[in-house]
């Protein structure tokens, strides 16, 4: 059964961390077959993948 995920990752001080968090949320996702919606949230602001 597909799950669908939403998830928000966020780092006021730095960049790196909140996307890097994102992306091992989405390859975990994919690889259990899962619906998965990411929003990032630092210091360049928000965005959705």
Known sequence: MTKKIVAVTACPTGVAHTFMAAEA???EA??????IKVETRGSVGRRTR
């Open 25 to 27: 949320l989405e390859i």
């Open 30 to 35: 994919r690889k259990r077959g899962d619906w």
